[in-house]
């Protein structure tokens, strides 16, 4: 009998995307997967339904992962790797893992000696570094900034210090009723002169991903309300 | 008239990779493309020819981008956008502009209002980081690390240092014939409780993928001469 693998699956960024954003070898892997670690069953069953075109999801088993899942719990779900069957990691939007939970299960399935096989799929953060012309050789993902007006405005003059001194691109992304705020942030305390990359709502109809100097992005009204935005900055010769 | 845009895609990591790797909708937009600026025209052409399954990269024009590309030069390619073109940005392996050139071409293109359209696709850094089951809530990708000894040395244990004090999962990558040293040099200066990733010829029939804890790798001879690694470290409690 073989093991079973852990595959670590992309989603859609909304269930409204084009489903050919996801390749075909992932529906091939689908195939092969008999349980799922979700984290959250109903819009895992939404996504395998459009991607697999068949209401076939009735036949898997979803395991739901919050963040109170304990490693005793994995531990037991990924065991079912050694009885041979496959298990697939799904998040709710883009990659598990990165910028969403999902490091825990793959770190616990290292820990058993199961191998971890991660597919090709939309990642929000990678497409806006692709796309803003700033420096790709050198970059920090910090996921969320802090709230706090205080703190906020300290992490922005610190991140901006580090890529005028290392040309290292930043990145970071913002809950969507909070953009607007993060955006004033950005323009009041930023230098003029450095980079902003704003990309919003990635891979949908209304996709919009520009960058320009903070002096251009104060002369307009930008209004990023409700939207999936990744921002993205650089003060250095990139 | 319709002003073009410039289309940011992935190539494969291998031309014997599975073309079903890539997503369909890339082939739709391929379509839709009359000129691609790439880093070598050969391996684009075969990249094309694969995924097209059709010798139709005959009518498409190249410009082959060096270390030497200046604005001048490609204000003037992409400045086609402008009279309806719809120009391709082609790297020969995963994501153009991630640890790739073409990011000055998205860069002029910001500049010269032409919108840009980033598609999905391999990226080995986020491939590898999915897999590792490293904090992949904040990351910092180096690019390569410095090739005099004295500098690795220390830029491996400042690597460590930042992760074990912010969780920050450090992602870096080796030219193949130099793999074998940077482990040897990693097993050597980081801590033993240090988690470490290697990603070997990450979608290739011989794709491993694996993470443990410096004492742990130190226990087997390991050879990555001539392989595509990605090399991930985490020493904080992430």
Chains 1, 2 share one sequence.
């Not at 079973?4 to 996801?22: A, E």
């Not at 012309?133 to 993902?141: E, I, K, P, S, Y």
């Not at 703190?151 to 909070?178: A, G």
């Amino acid at each position: 009998m073989n093991t079973g693998k852990l595959f670590v699956i992309p989603s859609l960024f909304s269930i409204k995307s084009d489903k050919n954003l996801i390749p075909s070898y992932i529906i091939n892997n689908l195939n092969k997967i008999d349980e799922f670690i979700v984290e959250n069953e109903k819009k895992s069953r939404a996504f395998l339904r459009k991607i697999l075109s068949v209401k076939s999801e009735d036949n898997f088993i979803f395991h739901t992962i919050g963040k109170h899942s304990n490693s005793e719990n994995l531990n037991k779900i990924l065991n079912n790797c050694h009885k041979g069957i496959n298990i697939g990691l799904l998040s709710d939007l883009g990659c598990p893992s990165i910028a969403d939970p999902g490091s825990n299960v793959v770190q616990t399935a290292h820990l058993n000696n199961i191998k971890v096989i991660p597919l090709i799929g939309p990642s929000s953060i990678f497409l806006a570094l692709m796309a803003s012309g700033l420096n790709g050789q050198n970059f920090t993902f910090h996921g969320y900034l802090p709230v706090n007006n205080i703190d906020l405005q300290e992490k922005i003059k610190k991140i901006e210090k580090k890529s005028i001194n290392s040309s290292q691109t930043q990145i970071f992304i913002e809950t969507p009723f909070r953009n607007n705020k993060v955006f004033s942030f950005l323009t009041k305390h930023l230098r003029n002169s450095t980079k902003l990359c704003i990309a919003k709502n990635i891979t949908l109809d209304d996709e919009v991903i520009f960058t320009q100097k903070v002096s251009q992005w104060k002369k307009n009204n930008y209004n990023f309300n409700k939207k999936l935005c990744v921002f993205l900055l650089n003060g250095g010769n990139d």
